[in-house]
């Protein structure tokens, strides 16, 4: 199936960002119970190692979950990790509370634009769940700033352009319909505007088809690899890991260690 670029209401400006957020909350709650990234927490790992300083750098954040749910594991074997949550559109609220439940979780307190990420953030950059929100041009982009810092990359879809994907994500109002009530913090907006006006079940429904409909596959993550400038000073891996009844499509960049 060919890739196809639609709109995502979680990127449109106009968008309020009170729905962005119980929508962003809602994948932060998946991802912490299905423990989706549990398998790519070697991956990340070695990136992490890459970046020789001990932390890293989330771009396109959202709600951070994805992070909150790996971050115990990966204490277990680096105690002293430090991690950044950054986005475009930040979730301040969600971003606090994480801070406050895993002190070694910080934020970075203005937007960030994952094309360009500012110089004051060194270490292994990650992306989880956001790369497909990038068109062919802002996705190389997003890999040549990072060849040019010489940073460690590490990106992570849990969807792709396969029928079992699209059917799940037809099925996605469902599950938001039977979650809506456990995601924390507790709220009335949640639940009103996900069983008296539902907003928040249309908006995922479209979000996660599209999304879906617009994952790179590992060809087309190959090619975006193979034509970036200097793509040889980089180790670069890509493939797809079973997590659960699903899977993780990863890509990985470390930059090549120097010859003595």
């Known amino acids: 199936m060919k890739r196809v670029h639609l709109f995502?209401?979680?990127?449109?400006?106009?968008f309020p960002d009170l729905i962005r957020n119980y929508m962003t909350d809602y994948l932060a709650f998946l991802a912490s119970a299905t423990k989706i990234f549990e398998p790519i927490l070697p991956i990340l790992e070695k990136g992490i190692q890459a970046g020789k300083t001990g932390h890293f750098i989330d771009l396109g954040s959202g709600s951070g979950g994805s992070i909150l749910s790996l971050n115990k594991s990966l204490q277990k074997k680096m105690p002293h990790l430090?991690?950044?949550l950054t986005d475009y559109y930040p979730n301040w609220e969600a971003f606090?509370?994480?801070?406050?439940?895993a002190p070694n979780i910080d934020y970075v307190k203005h937007p960030v634009d994952a094309l360009d990420v500012p110089d004051e953030l060194h270490g292994l950059r990650t992306l989880f769940l956001s790369f497909h929100h990038f068109k062919p041009s802002e996705a190389r982009e997003i890999l040549q700033d990072a060849i040019h810092a010489h940073s460690p990359i590490a990106i992570f879809e849990g969807q792709d352009r396969s029928l079992p994907s699209l059917v799940a994500m037809f099925l996605s109002p469902i599950t938001v319909l039977l979650t809506a009530p456990f995601i924390k913090p507790f709220s009335l907006g949640r639940l009103f505007f996900t069983y008296l006006v539902p907003i928040v079940p249309l908006t995922v429904w479209w979000d996660g088809i599209v999304s879906s409909l617009r994952t790179y596959s590992q060809k087309e993550m190959q090619a975006l690899v193979e034509s970036l400038e200097n793509t040889d000073t980089m180790d670069w891996e890509i493939g797809k890991v079973r997590s659960g009844l699903?899977?993780?499509l990863y890509l990985l960049g470390v930059p090549k260690k120097k010859s003595t």
Request: charged letters at 35%; aromatic letters at 22%.
């Open 246 to 248: 699903g899977f993780v």
């Open 82 to 84: 430090k991690i950044w």
């Open 8 to 14: 995502e209401f979680e990127d449109l400006n106009w």
């Open 96 to 101: 606090e509370r994480i801070k406050q439940q």
